[in-house]
C-alpha cells in the first residue's frame, strides 16, 4: 500500500445495541437529521425578523408537520430507489422493498415525497405552500449532512478510482483493492455542510420574506453540488453509467437546475408579501 494511502477504518454499522434491539448508523443518521431539522425550524418560525411581519406557520403547525414530512422521506426515497435504482431487482423480490434497514434510498425521491407531504398538509391547513417549503429546505441539509456520514460510516455508496498519490484516498473494504475517492465526505460537505451554510446566510439576509426563495435556491444548489459530487462517486453496480457518461443521480438531477432556477425568478419578482400578524 502507497505511503498516503489511507486504508479504510473499520466501523460497524451498529451505533447501539441493547440485546436483540440494535439501532445502526444509518438509522440514526435519518432520526437526528430530522430532529435537528425539526429544532432549527421552530427556531426560524420564532424569529418574526426572519418573515415579513411573522411566520406564516405556527410552532403547533411545524410539530404536526414532522410526522408528514417523515413519512414522505421514508416512502418517497424507498420508492425512488426502486423505481430509478434497482426495479428489475425489486420486481423479483416484492418483498425485499420493505427491508428499510438493508438500505436503499433515494434523494430524488425522498424529495419528491417531501414535496407531497408539503403539498398536502399545506393545502390542509390553509398555509402557502411556498413558505413551508422554504422551512423544508432551510433545514433539510442537516439531515442530508447526517446520511452521507453514515453512508461512509458503512462503507457504501464509495468514490471513483483514484489517483494512489491522492492524500486522502481510500480503500474500502467492498471496493476492491483499488484506491477510491471517500465521495461520501464530499456530498457530506457539498450537499450537506455548504449548502446548509448558503441558505442560513440568505435566510438571514431575510430570504424568508420571497416565498418561494429558499426552496429554488435549495433545488438549484442541491442539483449543482449533486452533479459535481456523481463525478467523483461510483455508479450503482446495477446501472453503471448513462447516456454519454451521465449517471443516474446526474440525470435526476438536471430537472432541479431548471425548476430550481424558475422557482428563484419568480420568488424576486413576486417580492415580499404584505406583513401579517403572528401565528402562535
Aim: proline letters at 6%; charged letters at 15%.
Amino acid at each position: 500500500m502507497p505511503f498516503l494511502l489511507i486504508d479504510f477504518p473499520s466501523f460497524s454499522p451498529i451505533a447501539l445495541q441493547i440485546g436483540p434491539f440494535a439501532i445502526r448508523w444509518y438509522a440514526l443518521g435519518y432520526i437526528c437529521g430530522i430532529t435537528f431539522g425539526w429544532l432549527y425550524a421552530r427556531a426560524l418560525i420564532k424569529n418574526d425578523k426572519l418573515w415579513a411581519g411573522s411566520s406564516p406557520i405556527s410552532l403547533v403547525q411545524i410539530d404536526d408537520f414532522i410526522l408528514w414530512v417523515t413519512l414522505g422521506i421514508i416512502v418517497g426515497g424507498r420508492t425512488g430507489y426502486v423505481l430509478f435504482y434497482n426495479l428489475p431487482f425489486f420486481i423479483e423480490h416484492p418483498a425485499a422493498i420493505f427491508k428499510l434497514w438493508e438500505g436503499g434510498m433515494s434523494f430524488h425521491g425522498g424529495f419528491l415525497g417531501c414535496v407531497v407531504a408539503v403539498m398536502w398538509f399545506a393545502r390542509k391547513n390553509r398555509i402557502s405552500i411556498l413558505s413551508l417549503g422554504d422551512i423544508t429546505c432551510g433545514v433539510a441539509p442537516i439531515g442530508i449532512f447526517l446520511v452521507r456520514l453514515t453512508n461512509f460510516i458503512n462503507g457504501e455508496l464509495w468514490g471513483r478510482a483514484a489517483d494512489p498519490s491522492l492524500p486522502w484516498a481510500m480503500i474500502f473494504p467492498t471496493g476492491g483493492d483499488v484506491p477510491r475517492h471517500p465521495s461520501q465526505l464530499y456530498e457530506a460537505g457539498m450537499e450537506g455542510l455548504l449548502l446548509f451554510i448558503v441558505l442560513a446566510v440568505m435566510i438571514r439576509r431575510g430570504a424568508l420574506k420571497r416565498p418561494g426563495l429558499i426552496l429554488g435556491s435549495f433545488i438549484l444548489i442541491y442539483g449543482l453540488t449533486r452533479i459535481i459530487g456523481e463525478h467523483f462517486r461510483e455508479p450503482d453496480v446495477q446501472l453503471g453509467y448513462l447516456w454519454g457518461g451521465l449517471t443516474m443521480g446526474m440525470l435526476l438531477s438536471i430537472p432541479m437546475l431548471i425548476v430550481g432556477l424558475i422557482l428563484i425568478v419568480l420568488a424576486v419578482r413576486r417580492g415580499a408579501p404584505e406583513p401579517i400578524e403572528a401565528v402562535r
